[in-house]
Nanobody, 133 residues
Framework: QVQLVESGGGVARPGGSLTLSCTASGVALDEYAVGWFRRAPGKEREGVSCISYQNSRTKYVDSVKGRFTISRDGSKTTVYLQMNNLQPEDPAVYYC??????????????????????????WGPGTQVTVSS
């Protein structure tokens, strides 16, 4: 059974940077898509970014394009979200997720143009990101 754990959250100044990590156990994460999501207080959960198998697709919500970068480092267990130029609208609990029903190139469906149109089945507990001067 897959388990995901996010790390790297914390406090950054406006304009600052943080790098979030999503580490998996029980699965070779490089065979699946991984999505990053966030939920701010009083708001609905929002899809932030997605990366599919072999990095064939990457998606970003418009509000983070040019500031956030999703990536893998070649390991089978970790996906990163590099967040630069953090803004007052970015604070939230950030979650990573995957879905084992869409392996390999089927993972493109999860990171399609309608991301996050499909449900992700496995989620981490989340990590808090705060932006404060």
């Amino acid at each position: 059974q897959v388990q995901l754990v996010e790390s790297g959250g914390g406090v950054a100044r406006p304009g600052g940077s943080l790098t979030l990590s999503c580490t998996a156990s029980g699965v070779a994460l490089d065979e699946y898509a991984v999505g990053w999501f966030r939920r701010a207080p009083g708001k609905e959960r929002e899809g932030v970014s997605c990366i599919s198998y072999q990095n064939s697709r990457t998606k970003y919500v418009d509000s983070v394009k040019g500031r956030f970068t999703i990536s893998r480092d070649g390991s089978k267990t970790t996906v990163y979200l590099q967040m630069n130029n953090l803004q007052p609208e970015d604070p939230a609990v950030y979650y990573c997720a995957t879905d084992l029903s869409y392996p390999h190139h089927y993972s493109d469906y999860l990171c399609g143009d309608d991301f996050p149109g499909l449900d992700f089945g496995s989620w981490g507990p989340g990590t808090q990101v705060t932006v404060s001067s």
